[in-house]
């Protein structure tokens, strides 16, 4: 069974910084892209980053690229969201999710729960 | 990176069919075919309904479907039932980074 566990969100204050991380389990974790997505309270859907399977080739939303480091390490079985300079409108819930690229194009297969990130003096 | 453009809501009764457009650019949902369409229910994760623009997973009722035409996606839902009622998102690879669509509420009345 394919599981997708974040941690490491919680309270930080403006211009501070956390660490997300999502363990995976249930599938050959270097086979597949990864992805982080937001939602900021009662909001949409926004894309953050992604990291292949390698984890050399990563992409980031425009809202958080020179701010946000996504990584990944294959031996855990982990990937990562670096956040720093935080800011309020970052407060979301952050998903790590799977991205399934094995029929030509990609798409989002199995989600995290979910971490909460609120950012607030 | 801008947001895929939809309708904030759409609505319709059970039985009948609706569509829910998604408005990109050549940049996004015109020059790939990686669209894909997501359904969540309030307080749940985001569920897979349309991937490759027109394709449904495994275990996706056939009263989904989906198309393109230059830089509009849609998503169809017919012989709507309650339980379809939620938000739904469009999603397209943009040359590098990815974007998703503002959202659409879809009420069954």
């Known amino acids: 069974e394919v599981q997708l566990v974040e941690s490491g969100g919680g309270l930080v204050q403006p211009g501070g910084s956390l660490r997300l991380s999502c363990a995976a389990s249930?599938?050959?974790?270097?086979?597949?892209?990864m992805t982080w997505v937001r939602q900021a309270p009662g909001k949409g859907l926004e894309w953050v980053a992604k990291?292949?399977?390698?984890?050399?080739?990563?992409d980031y939303g425009d809202s958080v690229r020179g701010r946000f480091t996504a990584s990944r390490d294959n031996a855990q079985k982990s990937v990562y969201l670096q956040m720093n300079s935080l800011r309020a409108e970052d407060t979301a819930v952050y998903y790590c999710?799977?991205?399934?690229?094995?029929?030509?194009?990609?798409?989002?297969?199995?989600w995290g729960q979910g971490t909460l990130v609120t950012v607030s003096s | 990176q801008s947001a895929l453009t939809q309708p904030r809501s759409v609505s319709g009764s059970p039985g009948q069919s609706v569509t829910i457009s998604c408005t990109g650019t050549?940049?996004?949902?015109?020059?790939?075919?990686?669209v894909s369409w997501y359904q969540q229910h309030p307080g749940k994760v985001p569920k897979v309904m349309i991937c490759?623009?027109?394709k449904r997973p495994s275990g996706v009722p056939d009263r989904f479907s989906g198309s393109k035409s230059g830089n509009t996606a849609s998503l169809t839902i017919s012989g709507l039932q309650a339980e379809d009622e939620a938000d739904y998102y469009c999603?397209?690879?943009?040359?590098?980074?990815?974007?998703f669509g503002g959202g659409t509420t879809l009420t069954v009345l």
């Open positions: 249930g599938f050959t974790f270097s086979d597949y892209w």
């Open positions: 490759d623009v027109n």
């Open positions: 999710v799977r991205l399934d690229c094995s029929g030509g194009s990609c798409y989002m297969d199995y």
């Open positions: 050549s940049s996004d949902v015109g020059g790939y075919n990686t």
């Open positions: 999603f397209s690879y943009a040359g590098g980074p990815w974007v």
């Open positions: 990291v292949n399977g390698g984890g050399r080739d990563i």
